[in-house]
């Protein structure tokens, strides 16, 4: 079992930054691909980054390609979102995913354990 708990999130102004952390509980978090989502509301909960294992492998929607960067510190259990350059459309409570597998995916029906969300808000 993992258990995951998002932090980071908050109001920011259009051009801004914020950096999301993913704090894990378990033994085998290193097995795990993990992944960010986001939902803004009246919207489905959208992929927007994921990691392997070892880090060595990211992935990301287009529409954050260059302005997010994910990465995570198995030795400390953590995931990471730092976003820059963002947008009003970057506004949603973000969700930290874990798969159990090594291979992160971009479905949301590819993860096993979400935590319970932070809010990223972004004035223009």
């Known amino acids: 079992q993992v258990q995951l708990v998002e932090s980071g999130g908050g109001l920011v102004q259009a051009g801004g930054s914020l950096r999301l952390s993913c704090a894990a509980s378990?033994?085998?978090?290193?097995?795990?691909?993990m992944g960010w989502f986001r939902q803004a509301p009246g919207k489905e909960r959208d992929f927007v980054a994921a990691?392997?294992?070892?880090?060595?492998?990211?992935y990301y929607v287009d529409s954050v390609k260059g302005r997010f960067t994910i990465s995570r510190d198995n030795a400390k259990n953590m995931v990471n979102l730092q976003m820059n350059s963002l947008k009003p459309e970057d506004t949603a409570v973000y969700y930290c995913?874990?798969?159990?597998?090594?291979?992160?995916?971009?479905?949301?029906?590819?993860?096993?354990?979400w935590g319970q969300g932070t809010q990223v808000t972004v004035s223009s």
């Open positions: 995913a874990g798969r159990r597998s090594m291979v992160p995916g971009r479905e949301l029906n590819e993860y096993d354990y």
């Open positions: 378990g033994r085998t978090f290193s097995n795990y691909a």
């Open positions: 990691i392997s294992w070892s880090g060595r492998s990211t």
